[in-house]
């Protein structure tokens, strides 16, 4: 009975995992209990964004759109009829996360049905056009509270819902994993690889999709529905392009189709800006010029270190490492130099304003040097990371 | 087992097949030879549902099928290797076969895939390998393992020489020949004319969308119109 034992130990650490996030941020780091909150949220919009992207390979660039309709849907039924209901809180927010998921999935059918008959970037169009349309829609509907926003505050004060954002992630990450796991999985993975091939093998690659696109958009329909409780105000603003685009950033970044790969990017590049945001550090025009100079060589040497050195892994660390070195050496230097240069020198600029700039940097160093994703198509697992190890060992004795 | 009534299939406004009408009986091996834009995989892909007729009746064991979706028509029992052996190449070998055997619920796949890799030992090897690193040869074979385990009544097989070294074409039309004495029911589209016509019970030669000639595989061989066109004179 290994199965039920790992599925039940899995089980255990994922209740024990989300508990222990949101008594620690409660009671150590208060601060950040409400990114920690949209960090979650984040996580489950990538994973869903994942799934339709990555796995299935229907090119969806409307994500915001989906999260936009189940954080109203929920946030307007919330707000009209709380009161007049028996429900808590709590099992109140379930029922609500419900909703925001059913709206978002009709929604889902509606953009997935395109989607049967168009491709690539045809499909990317219309999946963009139906997040700004909806969005707008919205913003021109009065009960909704159109450009003004809507208050969803049913409880009064906000509530507590760390656990239940990182629950609701942990339910989306299981369900894509399990997902790929089983054999229901094969069909997704052959429409993405070869739509013409899986059709002739009998996959119903019409409803293969369309399902693709209504389990992540339900999904992101709930995290909707959560974060219109947890802000407890919501607006048009919320859901513009920007959001979907970083949510595929996200996807792809991580490496389109990977799991783990979603988790991640979506955890560090929620926070990577936010980091940012917090740091008061002036620092003068000519460190920035040097900075950027400085990682510039290192992108070149890293991209050297690629192309030349194939045999031993060890030989390739060494170098990658001694291009950092080079790259930290070339900053102070050229820091030091351009610090001569009047203008640039009195020129002092905030980090958290340039947080943007840096993001942005880090995006395409990351694309430059691994176009393929971090983690590419594969998944994290301990299996493979005592793999990795082994051979590592190999290599070295 | 399988009828074609005057088919007529456009892609927009240009015509691909004309009133073409052929037939496969029981067991036969069938060959439709023919250039390049002749027509040839047109024609499988529309008795796959992957095209739809315009005009013209498809029927399969007594009933028409054609304008069915192409799942309903797997489940139907006819099944394809697909011109340029389309096999999933991020996969594994295995999740190639499983997939070849999407449509079926009952509990023979295991003894299927035992049964399939018995007839092809190369595949048993490479089992848990990922599929694009397979040779060319290889993936052909792959290509129709995997068509034969949705166990096939009618075996479609597109151009399976295609791109392969001179003896991997005769490995693969050996495979072809016992898949015939097994009583698979194969109809085959090639360009490689020779190999088609000395495998094949019958044979059609389609040019242009249309068939213009029909006949015994070794009668074909020695038509001098065939020979001249098709064979190098």
């Not at chain 1, 009209?80 to 609500?96: I, K, N, R």
């Not at chain 1, 419900?98 to 709206?103: D, I, L, P, Y």
């Not at chain 1, 992101?220 to 919501?234: Q, V, Y």
């Not at chain 2, 028509?73 to 190639?96: A, D, K, L």
């Amino acid at each position: 009975m290994k199965f039920w034992g790992v599925r039940l130990l899995s089980f255990v650490l994922a209740f024990g995992f989300v508990y222990g996030l949101d008594v620690v941020t409660q009671t150590a780091f208060p601060n950040l209990y409400r990114l920690a909150v949209l960090a979650g949220l984040y996580v489950t919009l990538a994973v869903s964004l994942n799934l339709i992207n990555g796995i299935t390979g229907q090119f969806s660039i409307g994500h915001a759109a989906f999260y936009m309709i189940g954080a109203y849907a929920a946030g307007f039924v919330s707000q009209h009829m709380y009161a007049s209901q028996p429900l808590g809180p709590v099992l109140w927010l379930v029922v609500m996360m419900a909703v925001g998921a059913v709206f978002a999935a009709i929604a889902g059918i509606v953009v997935g049905l395109p989607s049967l008959r168009l491709r690539g970037d045809y499909l990317a169009i219309v999946t963009l056009g139906f997040g700004e349309i909806m969005r707008i829609v919205v913003q021109n509907v009065d009960p909704l509270g159109g450009a003004y926003g809507l208050n969803v505050k049913p409880f009064g004060e906000p509530p507590k819902i760390l656990w239940l954002v990182w629950l609701l992630a942990v339910l989306c990450i299981a369900v894509c994993r399990n997902l790929l796991k089983t054999s229901h999985g094969l069909p997704f993975i052959a429409v993405r690889e070869d739509e013409v091939a899986s059709a002739a093998m009998g996959v119903k690659t019409s409803s293969v999709k369309v399902t693709a696109f209504v389990i992540g958009s339900a999904f992101a329909g709930a995290a909707g529905a959560l974060l219109a409780h947890s802000e407890t105000f919501i607006s048009p603003d919320t859901f513009k392009m920007d959001v979907s685009f970083i949510i595929l950033t996200m996807v792809v970044l991580g490496g389109t189709g990977s799991i783990t790969g979603s988790i991640m990017a979506a955890v560090a590049l929620f926070a990577i800006p936010e980091w940012l945001r917090t740091m008061q550090v002036m620092i003068p025009g000519s460190s920035i010029v040097a900075g950027i100079l400085a990682v510039g060589i290192m992108v070149s040497g890293f991209r050297w270190v690629q192309n030349n050195y194939h045999e031993s892994v060890s030989k390739r660390i060494g170098a990658y490492l001694a291009c950092v070195v080079g790259a930290a050496v070339a900053a102070v230097v050229l820091s030091f130099v351009l610090a001569f240069i009047p203008q640039l020198a009195q020129q002092r600029l905030d980090v958290a304003m340039l947080r943007m700039v840096i993001f942005s940097m880090v995006l395409i160093i990351l694309m430059l040097l691994r176009p393929q994703g971090v983690f590419a198509h594969h998944e994290f697992s301990w299996d493979w990371l005592s793999k990795v190890l082994r051979a590592r060992k190999g290599v070295t004795a | 087992m399988l009828e074609i009534d005057n088919l007529d299939v456009y892609y927009g406004a240009i015509q691909a097949l004309n009133g073409v009408t052929l037939n496969v009986q029981e067991g036969e091996v069938v060959s439709i030879i023919g250039s390049n834009g002749a027509g040839k995989s047109t024609l499988l892909r529309t008795v796959s549902g992957l095209n739809r007729p315009r005009e013209g009746a498809i029927r399969f064991k007594g009933s028409e099928i054609q304008g069915t979706a192409p799942d309903k028509i797997v489940r139907m029992g006819i099944s394809q290797s697909p011109e340029g052996r389309r096999i999933f190449t991020n996969m594994t070998v295995q999740e190639n076969l499983q997939l070849g055997a999407f449509t079926r619920t009952d509990n023979e796949i295991q003894s299927d895939m035992e049964k399939v890799m018995d007839k092809f030992p190369r595949i048993r090897e490479r089992l848990k390998q990922s599929a694009g690193t397979l040779s060319g040869g290889e993936q052909q074979m792959l290509a129709i393992c995997r068509a034969l385990m949705s166990r096939p009544k009618l075996l479609l097989l597109d151009e399976p020489s295609m791109g392969l070294a001179p003896n991997l074409v005769t490995e693969i039309f050996n495979i072809i020949g016992e898949l015939h004495k097994d009583g698979v029911t194969i109809l085959l589209v090639e360009q490689n004319a020779n190999r088609a016509l000395e495998i094949a019970d019958r044979a059609y030669v389609l040019e242009t969308g249309h068939i213009v000639l029909e006949g015994n595989g070794r009668d074909l061989l020695t038509n001098p119109k065939v020979k001249e066109a098709y064979l190098g004179g």
